[in-house]
């Protein structure tokens, strides 16, 4: 019986888990991939848009300070939208539009996504706002007409070659006042340290422009200042600080004339009065303020690019899943292919060469080769039975054959005369091949399926009485004794036929079938038990069978020869003559009646002792 397979062994568990694993790797690398792209693609995605919208709030803050008013942003919204692909609306405080790259019908998204307001801007958006508040780029009246800015430009030139001379190497910029100031390799204005050769004071001077402007913005400052002041009026002013490009203006402490210190809460006050006089110079110089309102368009989709970078990774993933796939798969199926093609190679070669195939797997490939080497070895015996049975058959038939045509020969040519004798032998010689042909033709019917049976109700006891009475001649010419015995529910019936017979097992069986059964059993018994043997025909019910027993005192049979038993043509004792010895047919039509009848047929021996023939057919009570 093939031992069932373990679970972790079988070939669908096998390749249920290869392909589970397979998807596991493939899912794992997907989201892995797609949650790393999605990831850097929406960070990207986040800060180019949030580069975008600071850019356009530059962009419009630095319109605000440069305008009056708002009356040709509309040209610079719409080169915004159509460089940055977003929505550009901007609206008064009340909603009401200004300029707008959609159609006026297009709603507005709910919320502003800032304020533009130069003298308010955000710190973040335009660098030199860090301190004020206010765009740098707001200078009102503080911007230089073109012949200041060239005199301060011409200025700057010179001092930037005195800073040379002296060791500093600096550049000229333009402030967003058209003032040229130095700048060295760190972004210091005037290179930190001015060189004394340099020191002139005339680049810083303040010119008409800025003087006027300075003395505006003090007086809008003035009122403020003296408050923080107190009782020193005089200690704060405002002026122009050229050294810082992020600051137009500031308080000057003037420590230096009045010899009195000022706090640290009377500065951050001045500064305060400083820029909110700042703001208010110029508010007439700068547009009003608005709300920006930012979208995506109408014709614009949101969608991340997939980068260079992205691409090799989805490609470097994919290529990897792909190698791993293929290199599992490839495993997997040389494992499972590699005994099939041993099978097929086996199963390929001819028939007289019996291959086997190595057993190299507990799964169903496995079993599969054991039951391949099994049908090899049962092929190889049937091939080595067929073979000895064409012999065996040949010589049965030979042998009365030769003595028929030995006989009739020499009384054809006169050499003996046909009297009864010789015809008894010939008689007996035909008896013998009709035998062995009536055998054969019975055992090639059971095999093809053919054998035809004529089941009727058997009793038991009467069956073995019959075949008791059939074979008592033979047994006592022999010398051997013949009992029979039969067990009942309520009694048994001895040699003699007494007893009561109420509880005899009955049969659903051929009797002619049955009776030839066990009389091929008994001649068998007969020829293989010595003068003063026993032979014993019994017969019981035990469960749903009835049990027949044919034991005999005879020679027995050896261990290594009972598998043989019930085999065509096999002869316990070699030696013995076709006559004496039988044809060896007579066990195996025992085993295809009684398979016939739904029945099974074994024997036990020992050498010396004898052998029991035990048939097991249903029980029909």
Not at 1 to 19: A, D, E, G, N
Not at 57 to 70: K, V
Not at 421 to 439: C, K, M, T
Not at 445 to 459: F, I, K
Request: net charge negative; with cysteine.
């Amino acid at each position: 019986m093939t031992r069932p397979i373990p679970l972790r062994k079988r070939l669908l568990v096998r390749l249920l888990i290869t392909s589970v694993l397979i998807a596991i790797c493939s899912v794992a690398a997907t989201a892995w991939l797609a949650v790393e792209t999605t990831a850097r693609a929406i960070q990207e995605e986040q800060g180019q848009v949030l580069t975008e919208d600071m850019d356009i709030l530059r962009q419009l803050s630095g319109y605000a300070a440069t305008h009056r008013d708002w009356s040709g942003v509309g040209k610079t919204v719409r080169a915004l939208s159509d460089r940055t692909g977003r929505r550009i609306a901007l609206t008064a405080p009340d909603r009401t539009p200004i300029a707008d790259s959609e159609t006026r019908d297009t709603a507005l998204p709910p919320r502003a996504a800032a304020a533009v307001d130069p003298l308010h801007t955000d710190t973040f958006t335009e660098p030199g706002a860090q301190r004020t508040g206010i765009d740098p780029r707001a200078v009102g009246p503080f911007r230089l007409p073109r012949a200041e800015r060239e005199r301060v430009r011409l200025l700057a030139e010179k001092r930037r070659a005195c800073f040379s001379i002296n060791g500093v190497e600096t550049t000229i910029t333009q402030m967003p006042s058209g003032r040229s100031v130095l700048v060295d390799e760190d972004g210091t204005v005037d290179g930190g340290q001015v060189p004394t050769p340099c020191a002139d004071g005339v680049l810083n001077t303040p010119t008409a422009t800025e003087e006027k402007a300075l003395a505006e913005l003090n007086t809008y400052a003035g009122d403020c200042l003296k408050g923080v002041g107190g009782k020193f009026p005089s200690l704060f002013a405002a002026t122009v600080d050229f050294t810082d490009r992020s600051m137009l203006t500031r308080y000057l402490g003037r420590k230096a004339e009045t010899g009195i210190d000022t706090t640290r809460d009377q500065d951050k006050k001045a500064q305060e009065c400083v820029d909110r006089a700042r703001r208010q110079q110029l508010e007439p110089y700068v547009a009003p303020a608005a709300e920006l309102f930012l979208g995506r368009g109408d014709s614009a989709v949101p969608h991340f690019d997939m980068s260079a970078a992205n691409k090799a990774k989805v490609t470097g993933v994919a290529g990897l899943v792909l190698a791993l796939t293929v290199a599992v798969t490839v495993l997997v199926a040389t494992r499972l292919v590699r005994p099939l093609r041993a099978l097929t190679h086996a199963a390929q070669q001819p028939p007289e060469q019996h291959v086997r195939v190595p057993v190299t797997t507990q799964d169903e490939t496995g079993i599969l080769a054991v039951a391949f080497n099994d049908l090899a070895d049962r092929r190889e015996r049937m091939e080595a039975q067929r073979k000895a049975m064409v012999a065996d058959i040949a010589h049965e038939l030979r042998t009365p054959l030769t003595n028929i045509r030995g006989w009739l020969e020499v009384t054809r040519d006169g050499v003996v005369d046909p009297d009864p004798e010789l015809l008894a032998s010939l008689h007996d010689e035909a008896v013998v091949l009709q035998r062995v042909i009536d055998d054969l033709q019975d055992l090639a019917a059971a095999d093809a399926g053919t054998l035809r049976l004529h089941r009727e109700p058997v009793r038991a006891d009467e069956l073995l009485e019959q075949v008791v009475a059939a074979h008592r001649v033979a047994a006592e010419a022999a010398g051997v004794r013949l009992h029979m015995s039969v067990a009942a529910a309520q009694g048994s019936h001895g040699s003699d036929g007494s007893g009561d017979s109420d509880g005899t097992p009955w049969l659903d069986a051929d009797p002619v079938r049955m009776r030839q059964a066990l009389g091929n059993l008994v001649s068998n018994a007969i020829r293989h038990t010595p003068a003063d043997g026993t032979i014993t025909l019994s017969c019981r019910r035990q469960g749903d069978e009835v049990v027949f027993e044919v034991a005999d005192t005879g020679s027995g049979i050896a261990p290594e020869d009972l598998p043989s038993v019930f085999e065509r043509f096999w002869r316990a004792e070699k030696s013995r003559s076709r006559r004496t010895g039988g044809s060896g047919l007579g066990l195996s039509i025992v085993r295809q009646l009684v398979t016939a009848h739904g029945g099974t047929v074994t024997v036990t021996s020992e050498l010396g002792t004898g052998s029991v023939f035990t048939l097991r057919l249903p029980d029909a009570g």
